[in-house]
């Protein structure tokens, strides 16, 4: 028997969004879901939008007088019924499929269901995914592997878990014990905070490479316009990690993490305005390639994609392969890692940005034979560029 999935979401003057996310809730292939829409006093037509949905079966409808979209989150998980829940922003929208993929991953033993995010800033699109691999984790896992570097992960600078609520599946009562932790007066990464809890707490979790989310970047989002009142609250922030994981990391380790997450995030946003933006480029390892070098790059996304474009008019490409390669459709062609034993090469880069992949496809390669004097994971570094 499916499980009641309660989906809450929270409007506070979205009637420019709200009837695309409403209906892209309606059209999910999984059908035992109630749906909580709580509106946070808008101002504009939102309320009105809303009523439109008032007679749907599954439909509750919610307004209170504006307090926050953690009051707003709260007021509709208290209302909810349901055995697992998703937050859904009124600006946001899902694809059809999203619900049922996160379902199909949760078990009784879990807690939570991650995904990633397709993040949407005009006409440019951008899928994120945690860093740590598809996959589950118990609760030595979460402990060992997750909490260490959760705040901002010093290697490869992002956040290892992505640090939104909106794109996971939580057991109702882990996201109860979450959205109560978190102080109402934080203001920024106050999500992040909450999952942090919720990781602290969980039994186990499961990771996917599956997106579905649709989040759309405003000019007024915290991507684009920082606002220095914002971090009012990071003294209750810090606060609350040191709380969280400071029997797993040092105190000065916790607000170094918070300090580089804040740093990139405000930073990047108040560049934005002069069209600079921070990138991470992979680094080519000029050392040991010229442009007699046989090289053959393993990783055809779009990362990767962009690389072998970088990298075409000054190396020697002879190969261009990705496990995936069957459904990738590039300007050169990808073919089969197999094609790795038939084809000479002198270097092997792996054009993957997660490490805990390129370790991965790393094993795997060796296992294959590949001789592992001959691999390169290529490493990554941030850069600015312009955007136009």
Not at 52 to 76: C, H, M, P, W
Not at 79 to 98: C, K, N, Q
Not at 223 to 237: A, I
Request: charged letters at 30%.
């Amino acid at each position: 028997m499916s499980i009641k999935v309660s989906v809450i979401v929270t409007v506070y003057n979205e009637e420019l969004y709200i009837r695309e996310c409403l209906d892209s809730i309606m059209s999910q292939t999984y059908d035992n879901c109630e749906v909580i829409v709580v509106d946070d006093g808008s101002k504009d037509g939102s309320r009105d939008i809303c009523l439109e949905y008032k007679d749907r079966d599954n439909v509750t409808l919610i307004f209170k007088e504006n307090g926050g979209q953690s009051s707003a989150r709260k007021k509709g998980l208290y209302t909810s019924t349901g055995e697992a829940v998703i937050f859904v922003d009124g600006d946001d929208w899902l694809e059809p499929d999203h619900i049922q993929n996160l379902t199909s991953k949760f078990g009784a033993d879990v807690d939570m269901v991650t995904s990633g995010s397709i993040m949407r800033d005009g006409d440019k699109v951008t899928n994120i995914f945690d860093v740590v691999p598809e996959g589950e984790y118990n609760c030595d896992d979460i402990r060992s592997k997750i909490l260490p570097d959760y705040i901002c992960d010093k290697v490869s600078k992002k956040q290892i878990i992505t640090q939104f609520i909106t794109n996971k599946l939580f057991r109702i009562d882990c996201a109860k014990k979450g959205l109560e932790y978190v102080d109402e007066r934080i203001r920024f990464n106050e999500d992040g905070l909450a999952l942090c809890k919720v990781l602290v707490d969980a039994k186990k979790i499961v990771v996917t490479r599956y997106a579905g989310h649709n989040y759309r970047q405003h000019a007024t989002s915290i991507c684009h316009s920082p606002k220095k009142e914002l971090l009012c609250g990071l003294p209750l922030l810090e606060k609350g990690y040191n709380e969280l994981l400071g029997n797993i990391i040092s105190k000065k380790e916790i607000l170094d993490q918070i300090c580089m997450n804040t740093m990139h995030v405000f930073l990047d946003a108040a560049l934005s305005d002069y069209n600079i933006k921070m990138v991470r480029r992979f680094v080519t390892p000029w050392k040991i390639i010229n442009a007699n070098t046989k090289v053959a790059i393993y990783g055809a996304g779009q990362k990767g994609s962009l690389y072998r474009d970088e990298i075409e008019q000054e190396t020697n490409v002879v190969l261009w392969v990705d496990k995936n390669y069957s459904s990738i459709k590039r300007k050169y062609e990808v073919q089969d890692p197999m094609e790795l034993l038939n084809i000479q090469f002198d270097v092997l880069l792996i054009a993957i940005e997660n490490e805990y992949i390129q370790m991965d496809v790393q094993s795997e390669l060796i296992a294959k034979g590949i001789k592992s004097d001959k691999i390169w994971p290529l490493r990554t570094e941030l850069v600015w560029e312009k955007t136009r």
